[in-house]
């Protein structure tokens, strides 16, 4: 088997002829004084699942902000589709086609399901019959609990009905962030089913996930971030061989 590829400050080489869905070139962030991103360089090619692990406190969910326009890096740039999004704000680049399923899930607790997908609409002029059907289609729980208050779902049918918000215009990126946090193994196998037909179909993902074997069961890329920096890239099979050196345990954020 081929080594992985360690890290040299240089654009990750995973592009291909086609235009990366997302491209990160030397990005820096800090929060106040401290710096959590030094230089990371990430390439998410057209229709590619590309896993970030790490350990907690790597800094990935700290790119997913910045990707997704909740927060500015120091520096850097953040290239989606061949384009600069730099300093454009959560609302446009969602508009844009980049949407995200952040950690903490974000439904609408005191609606109903069918009422939060009702609310996915006046996002790009979408039809309601669109968004149900779509909604319904891949999670067939939701339509069971179509008049049940979203509080009262449970955890793994609160993930369902966010992940729903963020395909319901089908985005050119999406970005999970730890869509498995504080759900049982039976929901979180479940979720990746659908995380693994939504990139048959052809959709870009970056996601960052805690257990490193479901993230790479489904990536065809995957990268290690250690401490703010990119220290190893490559397949699964390389990234799962070799991670355990990097950080503790493989279950490890």
């Known amino acids: 088997m081929s080594e992985p590829v360690q890290s040299s400050g240089a654009p990750s080489s995973t592009a ?45 969910s700290t790119t997913l902000r910045i990707v997704s326009g909740r927060m500015k890096p120091l520096r850097g740039r953040v290239l989606v589709d061949g384009r600069d999004i730099a300093g454009r704000s959560a609302d446009r680049l969602a508009r844009d086609g980049v949407c995200s399923v952040p950690e ?19 996002r790009g002029g979408l039809r309601r019959s669109e968004v149900e059907d779509a909604a319904y289609g891949r999670f067939p729980r939701l339509a069971e609990r179509r008049k049940q208050l979203a509080g009262t779902l449970s955890g ?15 985005p050119k990126l999406l970005l999970l962030d730890e869509i498995s946090m504080g759900l049982a193994p039976l929901i979180v196998a479940e979720l990746y089913e659908v995380v693994g037909q939504i990139a048959r179909e052809g959709f870009a993902i970056l996601l960052v996930e805690q ?32 991670a355990g050196a990097l950080y503790l345990g493989a279950g490890s954020k």
């Open 211 to 242: 257990f490193a074997s479901t993230a790479l069961a489904v990536a065809e890329r995957a990268a290690v971030m250690v401490q703010g920096r990119i220290e190893m890239e490559g397949t699964p099979a390389e990234i799962g061989a070799a």
């Open 16 to 60: 291909t002829a086609d235009t990366p869905a997302l491209q990160i070139e030397d990005m820096h962030a800090a929060y106040e004084r401290v710096e959590v991103l030094r230089g990371v360089n990430l390439t998410v090619g057209a229709g590619q699942v590309f896993a970030l692990l790490g350990p907690n406190g790597a800094g990935k």
């Open 156 to 170: 793994g049918e609160q993930q369902m009905l966010a992940m729903s918000r963020a395909l319901s215009t089908k």
């Open 104 to 122: 903490g899930r974000g439904v609408f607790p005191s609606l109903t399901v069918a009422e939060n997908l009702r609310m996915w609409t006046f």
